[in-house]
């Protein structure tokens, strides 16, 4: 499986932005398909963007589209998640995430049970 690490969180003002990075090792990045999910206090986890393993096809959930921009460097095995314009809905644990090897070449992963390996979290909060 891979490993991943998440960083990047903090507390940021609303209408303000972070970019959130997940650094993954332990196996070809390039062959795994990505993603982000986030959970709030007393919440379920939720989806939030990803794409399918070669990089050319995202999906984001309704309430982030034309606000967060996934993104990802495969020379630096690095995931990464741009917020923009956040507002105080989106404080949650952001967690990195990522798909079987091989799995996911064409569609987008989008379902907790599509993903195998997660990382720690990284605490976003957004002050009003």
């Known amino acids: 499986q891979v490993q991943l690490v998440e960083s990047g969180g903090g507390l940021v003002q609303a209408g303000g932005s972070l970019r959130l990075s997940c650094a993954a090792s332990?196996?070809?990045?390039?062959?795994?398909?990505m993603g982000w999910f986030r959970q709030a206090p007393g919440k379920e986890r939720e989806f939030v963007a990803a794409?399918?393993?070669?990089?050319?096809?995202?999906y984001y959930v309704d309430s982030v589209k034309g606000r967060f921009t996934i993104s990802r460097d495969n020379a630096k095995n690095t995931l990464y998640l741009q917020m923009n314009s956040l507002q105080v809905e989106d404080p949650a644990v952001y967690y990195c995430?990522?798909?079987?090897?091989?799995?996911?070449?064409?569609?987008?992963?989008?379902?907790?049970?599509?993903?195998?390996?997660w990382g720690q979290g990284t605490q976003v909060t957004v002050s009003s």
């Open positions: 995430a990522a798909t079987a090897s091989g799995s996911y070449y064409y569609t987008v992963p989008k379902k907790l049970t599509d993903f195998v390996s």
């Open positions: 794409f399918n393993r070669n990089g050319g096809n995202t």
């Open positions: 332990g196996r070809t990045f390039s062959s795994t398909a």
